[in-house]
C-alpha cells in the first residue's frame, strides 16, 4: 500500500474514570470493564510519520510505551511516533490508551491502512489489556463525552451509553498510580463496588450522580490515599463533592468544587466528541483546533 508525503495526526481527549468494575478474560477483545468517567479537553496530539527505525516520543522526550508498539505491531508497520500532551503522566487521565488510540487512527491514515474505526478501536484495546495498562479508556476515549461502559470489551461485545451533559472538570494531582499492580492484584472488592455504583447511575443518569457514585466508590474499593482523602474531604466540607481518578494519586471535581476548597486546580472541561484525525500538524499544545481558549490554571508543578 502507497504510503502518504507526511506524517498523520490525531487528537485523543483524556479520560477520568469515576468508579469501575474489573472483568478479565482469555481472549483481550472480550476483556474489558464496565463503569463511567469523563473525558477531558486535556488529551494526547499524537503524529505518526513512516520510518525504518521505530521510535516514540513523548513531549520531546524518547519514551517506550508498550500499547504503542502492540498497535504498530498488529499494523505491521514503522514509525516514528510523537505525541504532545498537557496531561500527567500515570495519574489516572488514560494516557497510554490516548497514545495507542492516537497511534493507531494516525497510522491507518499514514500508511493508507483502510480499517474502519471499529477495526482501529479493537485493535487499540487489545494493546491496552495485553500490556496491563487500562481496560476501558480506549472505547471511551473513542467516544467522547461522559461515557457510561455497560458491557465490557472492544466495540464488537461492549455496550456503551453516557451522560447527556457536559461540565467543567478541575483536577489536582499528587503523582503516579501502577494501573498494573493494582489489576493484577485481588479486584474483588472493587469489581462488587463498581458493578453498585454502575446500577445506580443506570437508574438516574446525571452529572451529580455520577460525582457521589465515584466518591462512593473510591471508599467502598478501599483505594483511597491519605493525600487523596484530605483533598476530597476540603471538597466536601465547602459544599462541592470530589473523588479519586482511577487509576491515579489524582483528585477530579466537577464544576469548581476544588477551586471552592481554596485549591489551585488544573481546568478543562469535558469534551464532546471521541478521538479524531486532525486535517494539519498537531498543534504545539494538545487541545485539539476547536479548543482554543487558554487553560485557567496549571498544577503541573504539583
Same mark, same amino acid.
Given at each position: 500500500m502507497v504510503e502518504q508525503d507526511g506524517p498523520a495526526c490525531a487528537f485523543v481527549?483524556?479520560?477520568?474514570?469515576?468508579?469501575?468494575?474489573?472483568?478479565?478474560?482469555?481472549?483481550?477483545?472480550?476483556?474489558?470493564?464496565?463503569?463511567?468517567?469523563?473525558?477531558?479537553?486535556?488529551?494526547?496530539?499524537?503524529?505518526?510519520?513512516?520510518?525504518?527505525?521505530?521510535?516514540?516520543?513523548?513531549?520531546?522526550?524518547? =519514551?517506550?510505551?508498550?500499547?504503542?508498539?502492540?498497535?504498530?505491531d498488529a499494523l505491521s508497520v514503522s514509525a516514528r511516533v510523537t505525541a504532545t500532551t498537557?496531561?500527567?503522566?500515570?495519574?489516572?487521565?488514560?494516557?497510554?490508551?490516548?497514545?495507542?488510540?492516537?497511534?493507531?487512527?494516525?497510522?491507518?491514515?499514514?500508511?493508507?491502512?483502510?480499517?474502519?474505526?471499529?477495526?482501529? =478501536?479493537?485493535?487499540?484495546?487489545?494493546?491496552?489489556?495485553?500490556?496491563?495498562?487500562?481496560l476501558g479508556d480506549v472505547v471511551a476515549q473513542a467516544r467522547g463525552g461522559v461515557p457510561i461502559r455497560l458491557e465490557p470489551g472492544g466495540p464488537r461485545?461492549?455496550?456503551?451509553?453516557?451522560?447527556?451533559?457536559?461540565?467543567?472538570?478541575?483536577?489536582?494531582?499528587?503523582?503516579?498510580?501502577?494501573?498494573?499492580?493494582?489489576?493484577?492484584?485481588?479486584?474483588?472488592?472493587?469489581?462488587?463496588?463498581?458493578?453498585?455504583?454502575l446500577s445506580t447511575l443506570v437508574e438516574e443518569p446525571t452529572l451529580p450522580t455520577f460525582a457521589y457514585v465515584s466518591r462512593r466508590f473510591a471508599r467502598e474499593a478501599g483505594l483511597l490515599t491519605d493525600p487523596v482523602r484530605e483533598v476530597i474531604e476540603d471538597v466536601s466540607d465547602a459544599g462541592g463533592e470530589a473523588s479519586m481518578a482511577m487509576l491515579g494519586h489524582t483528585v477530579f471535581a466537577l464544576g469548581t468544587g476544588l477551586s471552592d476548597a481554596g485549591y489551585d486546580p488544573t481546568i478543562c472541561h469535558t469534551h464532546a466528541a471521541g478521538a479524531t484525525l486532525l486535517a494539519d500538524e498537531p498543534r504545539r499544545d494538545s487541545r485539539p483546533p476547536w479548543q482554543s481558549p487558554p487553560r485557567a490554571n496549571n498544577a503541573g508543578d504539583l
Open positions: 481527549p483524556g479520560h477520568v474514570t469515576g468508579f469501575f468494575s474489573s472483568h478479565p478474560d482469555e481472549d483481550p477483545e472480550r476483556a474489558g470493564s464496565r463503569g463511567a468517567g469523563v473525558t477531558l479537553t486535556d488529551g494526547v496530539a499524537v503524529e505518526v510519520t513512516p520510518a525504518e527505525d521505530a521510535e516514540m516520543r513523548l513531549d520531546g522526550d524518547s =519514551i517506550t510505551v508498550e500499547p504503542v508498539a502492540r498497535v504498530l498537557d496531561l500527567p503522566l500515570g495519574a489516572g487521565f488514560g494516557v497510554s490508551g490516548a497514545m495507542a488510540l492516537g497511534t493507531a487512527l494516525a497510522a491507518n491514515e499514514a500508511f493508507d491502512r483502510r480499517l474502519s474505526e471499529n477495526d482501529l =478501536i479493537t485493535i487499540a484495546h487489545e494493546a491496552e489489556v495485553l500490556s496491563g495498562t487500562g461485545y461492549n455496550r456503551l451509553d453516557g451522560v447527556p451533559a457536559g461540565t467543567r472538570v478541575e483536577y489536582l494531582t499528587f503523582g503516579e498510580l501502577s494501573t498494573e499492580s493494582v489489576l493484577s492484584g485481588d479486584t474483588e472488592r472493587l469489581t462488587e463496588a463498581g458493578l453498585e455504583s
